[in-house]
């Protein structure tokens, strides 16, 4: 089975920054996608299997950046200028080998973690 294990989730001022990262038991296609209360889980960002790809959601783009180190099996989403829409629990995903990334539909993601709350206070 696919193993996902969260880090870095906390409480943060409305303009600062936070870092999530995520590792996998193994070298997947993975992202981040978000759900605030009362809403649909949405996409955040993916990263192709070999990294050299990403693909944001248009409300954090130029925000958020997301890499991955694959000698760790991580992937890490650093988090600037946030703001208070921003808040929501923080699920990892990843996908076959044989998918080239994620994508945006989350359901037919596959693999979640856990979930890590960010909050973003005005």
């Known amino acids: 089975q696919v193993q996902l294990v969260e880090s870095g989730g906390g409480s943060v001022q409305a303009g600062g920054s936070l870092k999530l990262s995520c590792t996998a038991s193994g070298r997947y296609p993975m992202g981040w996608f978000r759900q605030a209360p009362g809403k649909e889980r949405e996409f955040v960002a993916d990263i192709s299997w070999g990294g050299g790809s990403s693909v944001y959601a248009d409300s954090v783009k130029g925000r958020f950046t997301l890499s991955r180190d694959n000698a760790k099996n991580t992937v890490s989403l650093q988090m600037t200028s946030l703001e208070p829409d921003d808040t929501a629990v923080y699920y990892c995903?990843?996908?076959?080998?044989?998918?080239?990334?994620?994508?945006?539909?989350?359901?037919?993601?596959?693999?979640w973690g856990q979930g890590t709350q960010v909050t973003v206070s005005s």
């Open positions: 995903a990843a996908a076959p080998t044989s998918r080239s990334r994620v994508g945006t539909w989350a359901d037919d993601v596959p693999y």
